[in-house]
């Protein structure tokens, strides 16, 4: 038989021939008598007719007989053989042999018949075998032949491809290259771009890999793959490393190249970059197309850079390219999010006007806009207008329209709109069903967003991780967390694993709510699921911390969040520093900040005002106006809540020229005040007096556009009652129900206070039962008039009031009985007084630091000292601590009563737990000691206190040897110094000389001669914090150890870090300072 000239010939070799025929199953030999029959019809023009005739050798036809009918065939035409083999798959429901197609295929491909090998491979696919069956097959057929074509590994690529069987694709392709077969550079291309496009990163890798050690040489187009993928996860470093990489391989980037890179930029935030890289074009021969400015433009816009966006969108078309929809959709989006729906209003009419008409995409762009907005009405008139200029509204439009409509609470609207979706024949989705969740849950309709939720997976839609995170939200918004927590239960059981967000929802639900325990427990069991927490699961838990107040928690948390490697952002920080100055630790709050600085995470403008305010309401207001004056250095514009803070603090100082100040220039350099900036001014000016000016700082409120509320009627309405202008002040009240605002508890107390001090005491009266009527707390109510009469010098009527309280049912609390043991105390009824204190505790109300201050000053005005001391050792006992004003009073009264033990115990109690005062007692306690003209009563009054079970600390013991030494008596110390040492209140081997060298040391650390030693001391004192204890050395540790747990006066140390810097410094060995 004759072969055409356009049919190629490819021979078999014997010895490959045989081992063909020795790879397919084995066959009989019938079977070989037919296939030899078949084989010899094959070879007629019509081997077709002569088959089909003859209806014995067709009911023989078997995958055996076919594939040894292909083998005998081999010299024949190949599509002949491909027309045969499709004949014959007809005649029999069985598969044909794996190595029948693969012989057929490599025939095909050898003779350059792609297409029909490709349906040959499709079909193999097909058969659903084992691709590590089929890849073994055609590796073994394509090395029997002679003059191998590898093309047929690409086209098994392409099925598999097609199919979105990804990763046998992949198999074949590392399988091939095993055997020493690659594809071309072209399809390995190819193969790149597929992977990127469905997003299989890993199996990129994979591909990219394998032509790397198959030593295939990557041009543009490979570049350009691998700058993508590095750009698809962010890590925009090892991008730009490949970029740069590639003109040194002698490889240089394309446009595209160019426009992967410069996208990959935009979407990491380096837009900067980005646009520099895009400017460098020119000189590299490429001018930028629509796609780099398009790129470039959204790039701004994701950034709020909307003027760049703009001029970018200008210098376009001046380079004769027009913005298209992606350009003017980026920019509409931009401004949009910013909430500037005019502007973005401005673009869509910009770009009607360019001739550009407004796609579907644009439309649910301004829509989803105008929604969040909360311009509804503006929404549903996109969506007509859209319906009415024919641009169909695509399934995300009916969605983000019935998500629209739940927020508005239309719930009849939206399932109208739901219908009508499906008769546009749009299946609602699962963002459909996720946008009316979403959309009942923001009303608080969780009746119905449960319905919408299991009537959704009725329909066989399977919810994703962000319904049931919407979910969760919207029962944590109702505080209802045990349902969040179940539907976080049955999210896991259906197999969705809970992500980081989901959990960080629930979580911050849980701190909001101050369940702070259950916060914690949460976030462990998150770490036991394999879920590792990031920054916004640590800042959530630190803010929440904070707000309880537990800053050792804080602390905790911060640490551990930095052990986990997860670096604290700038927001953390600025919650941590906030919370250290609201507790008063503003050395730590500034060790922080600066902390942060070296850590490269750049303070803001929030957290210089969180250190701002914090500084000045610590009493550190000097430090936070210089903090406050490099702002401008820094190129940090304060905002209203910088000026607002300083304000607040001048004011309560009573510095009003200051705060005034401040006032003005934030005015003028155009940053409006607040209602909180109003109010502190009012009320600064109120403490003064000064009622003319407030009310003209109050006007001033309503001028600049603001409304005047509670507070700041409230606090005028006091200051013109406590100046005696009850005129002006119930004019104003009178006024507060036409301006939309109702009186409040302190706006009533404010009045009934002032009237009962003008004498109006039947005002007073009618106030009080105007605010029992208005439904305010009637406690409230109460303490008001009992204030009032207690000042007017009325305590019998005020008591009547107490009285009627408990007929009423109606609990006093404790500044009710504060109020009254204050006017007892002060009028000298300190039996009536005592009888109060009694009963306030069998109320269960503690008496705080407040209520013994006033007992006692009345008890100190009446002389009555025993009652002093035993009051205040009772404090102790109920675990209050006194403060500053305590102890001045009660070592006032010891000195005065001449008792030496009280003065001791007293000077013991104050170095032991190491208070820091303005003007410290301890210093007249140890002069009243050691100058005693009878110095006998020191030693037998140290005797006396041994025998009764007393005990002084060594510091007090150091601080007595010293202080007698001090005062030029050196016989008196060792005298003192062998008491104590008697009694085993110090070591046997101390000594006056080593005491004086270390009390000498201390004051030569407080001296302001000796900076060097106090920055040493203040290197070591930060150490605990910062952990930079390895900056000192072990002298450096040992000496400011001692000496800072001894008596540190350089305010660098709290004395409740004491056990935590012995921890982080190490335990000082020093015979002398046994007590540690």
């Excluded at 107040?549 to 604290?568: L, N």
């Excluded at 301890?922 to 009054?941: G, N």
């Excluded at 050196?970 to 062998?978: N, R, S, V």
């Amino acid at each position: 038989m004759r072969l055409s000239s356009k049919q190629t010939v490819y021979c078999f070799t014997k010895s490959r021939l045989s081992r063909l025929k020795s790879a397919s199953l084995c066959t009989s030999a019938s079977n070989d008598a037919e296939a030899v029959e078949i084989a010899s019809i094959l070879s007629k023009n019509d081997w077709k007719r002569l088959l089909e005739t003859s209806s014995e050798l067709t009911s023989k036809l078997n995958p055996e007989i076919v594939h040894s009918v292909l083998l005998q065939n081999s010299i024949h035409d190949p599509e002949r053989l491909f027309s045969f083999f499709n004949w014959a798959s007809q005649q029999s429901p069985n598969p044909q042999n794996l190595d029948s197609f693969s012989f057929l295929a490599v025939t095909l491909c050898n003779s350059k018949m792609f297409r029909k090998a490709t349906i040959v491979l499709d079909s193999m696919v097909r058969t659903r075998r084992p691709v590590q069956a089929i890849l073994g097959s055609i590796i073994r057929c394509w090395k029997g032949y002679e003059g191998n074509y590898v093309g047929v590994f690409d086209i098994l690529i392409g099925c598999y491809k097609k199919m979105g069987s990804w990763n046998d694709a992949v198999y074949v392709f590392l399988g091939a290259k095993e055997v020493g077969v690659l594809p071309g550079l072209a399809c390995c291309n190819n193969f790149l771009g597929d992977l990127l496009k469905v997003n299989k990163l890993d199996l990129f890798w994979k591909v990219f890999n394998g032509m790397i050690d198959a030593k295939l040489v990557p041009d543009v187009y490979t570049f350009t793959s691998v700058i993508n993928a590095h750009c698809r996860v962010g890590d925009i470093e090892k991008a730009k490393r490949v970029f740069m990489d590639m003109e040194e391989k002698g490889c240089s980037p394309g446009l595209v190249t160019y426009n992967v890179m410069i996208g990959g930029l935009c979407k990491a935030g380096a837009v900067d970059e980005a646009l520099k890289l895009k400017n460098s074009m020119s000189r590299k021969g490429f001018n930028p197309d629509a796609y780099t400015y398009n790129t470039v433009i959204d790039g701004f816009c994701r950034h709020n850079r909307f003027q760049e966006a703009k001029l970018m969108m200008e210098e376009m078309r001046c380079a004769g390219l027009n913005p298209n929809h992606f350009a003017y959709t980026a920019l509409i989006d931009g401004f949009m999010k910013r909430g500037s729906m005019a502007e973005a209003f401005q673009v869509k009419d910009e770009m009607v006007a360019c001739g550009i008409k407004p796609n579907v995409f644009t439309y649910n762009v301004l829509i989803r806009g105008a929604s969040k907005a909360g311009d509804f009405e503006k929404g549903k008139a996109l969506f007509d207008e859209m319906v009415l200029i024919g641009i169909g509204p695509d399934d995300q439009t009916f969605s983000l329209m019935i998500e629209s409509y739940c927020l508005q609470g239309n719930f009849l609207k939206a399932y109208e709109l739901f219908e009508e979706m499906k008769e546009h024949n749009f299946t609602p989705t699962m963002y459909t069903y996720n946008g009316m969740i979403s959309g009942l849950c923001h009303c608080g309709d969780l009746g119905r967003a449960n319905y919408v939720f299991e009537a959704m997976i009725k329909v066989g839609l399977k919810p994703n991780v962000v319904m049931y995170t919407n979910l969760i939200k919207g029962h944590i918004q109702k505080s209802r967390f045990k349902e969040a927590r179940k539907i976080l239960n049955r999210m896991m059981e259906n197999g969705q694993m809970a992500d980081i967000f989901c959990c960080n929802t629930l979580l911050s639900g849980l701190c909001k709510s101050q369940m702070m325990d259950e916060a914690r427990s949460f976030l462990v069991e998150m770490v036991d699921r394999g879920l590792k927490p990031n920054e916004i699961t640590y800042g959530t838990l630190i803010h929440g911390y904070a707000k309880a107040g537990e800053m050792e928690a804080v602390e905790r948390c911060f640490r551990e969040m930095r052990s986990y490697g997860i670096a604290p952002n700038n927001a953390i920080y600025t919650i941590l520093i906030n919370s250290l100055c609201k507790v008063g630790n503003v050395t730590e709050a500034l060790s922080t900040f600066r902390h942060m600085s070296e850590k490269g995470v750049l303070p803001d403008i929030k957290t210089y005002t969180a250190l701002i305010h914090g500084l000045a309401a610590n009493g550190r207001i000097n430090d936070a106006m210089q903090l406050f004056s490099q702002l401008d250095e820094k190129g940090i514009v304060p905002d209203v809540f910088t000026y607002t803070s300083l304000i607040s603090v001048f004011s309560k100082l009573g510095d009003m020229e200051a705060a005034l100040n401040l006032y003005d220039k934030m005015c003028q350099k155009g940053i409006a005040p607040n209602i909180v900036t109003y109010n502190a001014m009012i009320d600064g000016l109120c403490k003064l007096g000064d009622t003319e000016k407030a009310r003209r700082v109050f006007n001033e409120i309503s001028q600049r556009g603001l409304a005047p509320n509670v507070k700041s009627y409230s606090i005028i309405i006091d200051g013109y009652c406590k100046s005696g202008n009850l005129t002006e002040a119930f004019q104003l009240l009178d006024k507060m129900p036409s301006k939309g605002v109702p009186p409040d508890s302190f706006t009533y107390c404010a009045l009934i206070d002032g009237c009962c001090k003008g004498g109006e005491l039947d005002k007073a009266l009618s106030l009080f039962s105007e605010m029992l009527q208005k439904g305010f707390d009637p406690t409230s109510s109460f303490n008001a008039l009992i204030n009032g009469l207690c000042k007017t010098g009325k305590p019998n009527e005020a008591m009547r009031l107490l009285e009627d309280m408990a007929s009423n049912c109606i609990t006093p609390n404790h500044r009710t009985y504060t109020i009254l043991i204050d006017y007892h105390s002060k009028a000298g009824r300190m039996e009536e007084a005592g009888i109060l204190f009694l009963e306030m505790q069998r109320r269960n109300l503690v008496p705080n630091v407040v209520t013994y201050n006033l007992l006692l000053h009345g008890y100190y005005r009446l002389g009555r000292k025993a009652e002093m001391f035993d009051l205040f050792e009772s404090m102790a006992a109920k675990g209050v601590e006194p403060d500053e004003i305590i102890y001045r009073l009660i070592a006032n009264a010891y000195l005065e009563e001449n008792s030496l033990i009280g003065m001791l115990k007293l000077l013991d109690e104050i170095l032991v737990k190491d208070v820091v005062f303005d003007k410290n007692p301890t210093f007249l306690l140890l002069d009243a000691v050691c100058k005693r003209e009878e110095f006998s009563e020191v030693p037998k009054s140290l005797e006396e206190m041994a025998e009764q079970g007393l005990k002084l600390s060594p510091i007090t013991c150091h601080k007595l040897v010293h202080g007698f030494h001090d005062k030029g008596n050196p016989e008196k110390a060792e005298w003192i110094l062998e008491s104590l040492v008697r009694f085993g209140w110090i070591p046997n081997t101390t000594t006056v000389n080593s005491i004086i060298d270390k009390e000498n040391d201390v004051a030569n650390l407080e001296s302001p001669n000796n900076s060097p030693k106090q920055a040493t001391c203040g290197v070591a004192c930060q150490a605990h914090a910062s952990a930079r204890v390895d900056q000192l050395s072990q002298a450096q540790k040992s000496w400011c150890f001692r000496n800072h747990l001894e008596t540190c006066r350089v305010g660098c140390f709290l004395s409740k870090w004491k056990v935590q810097v012995s921890r982080t410094l190490g335990k000082v060995s020093d015979s002398n300072y046994t007590y540690m």
